[in-house]
């Protein structure tokens, strides 16, 4: 595994540097070492943050959490990783390295045992007529019918985009990109 590892508003220190490597390089049984691990750093007052992004095999595992202890913040995402992944262990099976899962035993979780969940099922489908408009308008819109995202054909790149509400109060704009 490559681990790419960057920080906003915080010096990242070789101790909290060796930490993050050898606790992400436990992930490593579940992927080849080929894959790419983004690991973002960053410190908000008195929040520390860590997110980490994991593409591979045209699927993205993602964590972030914050505590006002990064070695903490760095135990609660691996620990969000390693659930997810357990979680989603059928689905994952055939994309993620064989024999990941050879031992059952947790890596940073305390031993969890698997929940047996019924898995989420489309219940519904929306239909609804999109039309061309720019980027303030399809916010305004969004936020005149109180919903966390808008979907919306851009008036500039007659492409679909979707707006969405961040949890810091900002907006997002989510942009095809075809490979």
């Given at each position: 595994m490559r681990i790419i590892l960057s920080g906003k508003n915080i010096e990242i220190t070789d101790a909290l540097?060796?930490?993050?490597?050898k606790k992400v390089g436990k992930l490593e049984?579940?992927?080849d070492e080929n894959t790419e691990v983004y690991v973002t750093m960053s410190v908000e007052k008195n929040r520390h943050i860590m997110e980490v992004t994991i593409p591979f095999n045209g699927i993205v595992i993602r964590a972030e959490d914050s505590t006002d202890d990064m070695y903490i913040t760095i135990d609660k995402v691996l620990d969000k990783l390693e659930k997810q992944i357990h979680k989603h262990?059928?689905?994952?099976s055939k994309k993620i390295r064989s024999g990941a899962f050879k031992y059952e035993k947790p890596v940073f979780s305390e031993a969890f045992e698997p929940e047996e969940v019924d898995m989420p099922k489309l219940v519904k489908t929306k239909r609804f007529a999109v039309k061309p408009m720019h980027v303030e308008e399809a916010i305004l819109q969004m936020d005149l019918l109180g919903h966390a995202f808008f979907v919306f054909i851009n008036a500039e790149s007659d492409e679909v985009n979707v707006v969405y509400k961040r949890k810091d109060g900002n907006y997002g704009l989510?942009?095809?990109?075809?490979l």
């Open positions: 540097r060796d930490q993050v490597y049984r579940y992927f262990r059928t689905k994952l989510i942009e095809p990109e075809y």
